[in-house]
């Protein structure tokens, strides 16, 4: 054991006077092997874990932002340090390679200095425009923490994407109790237990490990929100159960992203970054990319450039593998059936195919002709596959791109109507000439719409959504007119309508 593995505690260590015997394992997807032990906490682990973040909720609110972002600057420095460790247990705990898990851990560090570094200037007290009739008010606006916020994450992004609500949340001033997937309660663990030699003395930020009813569990345990990252089927249970109490929800659920390549685009970077987005991470990405309208001037051209790119690219336990396994075992069929419900449909598979899915990696897999009422089309798939499909113009592109129930992300290739096609997309989000670069942009607010989910992380969105607005108006000096007071009289109310006529009566500027 390194010092370093010695240094990273278990998440056993954070939540302290478990109730909890039974225990569950986390294993390897590339050879099984058993990767950690962890308790399955129970309703009561929970609760506890809650009333004590309650309790660090009262000091961490307190201090101040220039504090808290010390803190959280501190932490980011440890984490750093220790990148390596952190992307070697995600690639046990995932099976993706090392490079990949370093680079979602580096750009997850990059969120939280960016959230450390704004979260005074987005939610501080600042003055907002009183207005005319109410001009001797001073009107101020700051966003306050909500208390304790509940983190339920998934196991496909183990650090970047719960990590995209936690640091939000902690930069905003509220306590934290995450619950990772169960098949990555390693890397919650481990990111608590830095938090926690950062900050010894009060659990701002625990983890609580176990299956599906722990998370469950978080849900009723009476959290002032919860932010919930995985599929939809979940977050409707997920926001089910916190409707009982009223309780906030953020949804980041699943997508079916799509790339528009238009007849002006540069072919070979379009066909490198669909590569990219579709097989990266082996397809078990929410804005991976899982379909690819391409105009009918550059469909061959563009599909002879992706094939001769996919060709070299293979799924293996290769230690410089650029594609792991398939990371939850019950993936794999669903997989398998979106190729075979797009083949029977008269769909080809021109890369890949039912034989590219093995016992626990897929290879990349193009599907091309695939009517777009299949499950390949219409479902989150989650694996390295993809639907080509040949479109007569943009405007077909862009019908077929929003007619899903999905929107979370998009990308269009396009030198001179990037801007236009991007704005017509149905999504929250939309990378020209470069994929999922958004969710790297700290300052760009991530979610979907539809099925996709609500609400925002990331950015300043992301970080007002773990808060809520605190309006303060001040009388800076006597009324002219006593708007709020029995004491007004007649006069005064044919003053307020010759003011607002005055302000109003004009109606519409476009009148004109
Ligand atoms: P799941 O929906 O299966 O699980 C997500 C989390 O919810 C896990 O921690 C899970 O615990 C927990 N959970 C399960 N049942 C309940 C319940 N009844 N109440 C509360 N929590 C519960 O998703 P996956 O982990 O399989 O993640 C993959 C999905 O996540 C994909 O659909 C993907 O698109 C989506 N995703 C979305 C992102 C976004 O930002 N929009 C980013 C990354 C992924 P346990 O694991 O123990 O069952």
Redesign the pocket.
Known sequence: MTTETANAASPTDVVTNTTSRETFDSLSPINGDVVGTHPVHTAEDVEEAVRRAREAAAWWSALSFDERAEILNTWKGVVTRRIAQLADLSHRETGKPHSDATLEAALALDHIAWAAKNAKKVLGRHKVSSGLVMANQAATVEYKPLGVVGV??????PVF?PLGSITYALAAGNTVVF?????TPGVGGWLAATFAEVVPDHPVFQVVT???ET??AL?RAGVDKVA???????GK??MA?CAETLTPVVI????KDAVLVDEDADLDAAADATLWGACANAGQT?TGVERVYVHDRVYDEFLSRLLDKARDLSADESPDTKIGPIT?PAQLGKIRAHIDDALARGGRAVLGGPEAVGERYVQPTILVDVPEDSSAVQE?T?GPTMTVTRVADMDEAIAKTNATRYG?GSTVFAKARGMELAERIRSGMTSVNGVITFAAIPSLP?G?VGD??FGRIHGADGLREFTYAKSIARQKFKPLLALTSFGRTAKNDQQLTQMITMMHGRGSTLEK
């Open positions: 339920i994450g998934p196991w496909n992004y994407t619950k990772p997937s169960e098949l176990g299956l599906g998370g469950a849900c919930f990252t995985g599929s939809t089927e979940t249970k997920v159960a980041e659920a699943g997508g929410c939850m989150e989650f979370l991530f979907g996709s989910g």
